[in-house]
């Protein structure tokens, strides 16, 4: 599975980027997909992520309410629309993917391991 994150760039703080990931390699609609992201000196960490069956959406606490994650089968691609951009948010995001066929706990979405497909990542900078 090829992941290609795009839709990174500069935006002030206050401002809105929508972010894509396109995949190719496998049925996109059994993939599972995250999103995560990396500040400089810090850890990578968990942002959004989507089911492959019922399209079911996890968020970390801190973005709940200014990020949605969605996915567009029919185009191989999953998005994550990010509003009321703050200077935290700096860090470069990352498309991640895994396939199993189940149904997972909300942690499961969230632990970083558990992907098998990386992209190059794409970076945001919110200025303020």
């Known amino acids: 599975v090829q992941l290609v994150e795009s839709g990174g760039g500069l935006v002030q703080a206050g401002g809105s980027l929508r972010l894509s990931c396109a995949a190719s390699g496998r049925t996109f609609s059994s993939l599972s997909m995250g999103w995560f992201r990396q500040a400089p000196g810090k850890e990578r960490e968990f942002v959004a992520a989507?089911?492959?069956?019922?399209?079911?959406?996890y968020y970390s606490d801190f973005v709940k309410g200014r990020f949605t994650i969605s996915r567009d089968n029919a185009k191989n691609t999953v998005f994550l629309q990010m509003n009321s951009l703050k200077p935290e948010d700096t860090a470069v995001y990352y498309c991640?993917?895994?396939?199993?066929?189940?149904?997972?706990?909300?942690?499961?979405?969230?632990?970083?391991?558990?992907?098998?497909?990386w992209g190059q990542g794409t970076q945001v900078t919110v200025s303020s």
């Open positions: 989507i089911s492959w069956s019922s399209g079911r959406t």
């Open positions: 991640a993917a895994f396939f199993r066929l189940g149904v997972y706990s909300s942690s499961y979405y969230a632990a970083e391991n558990e992907y098998d497909y």
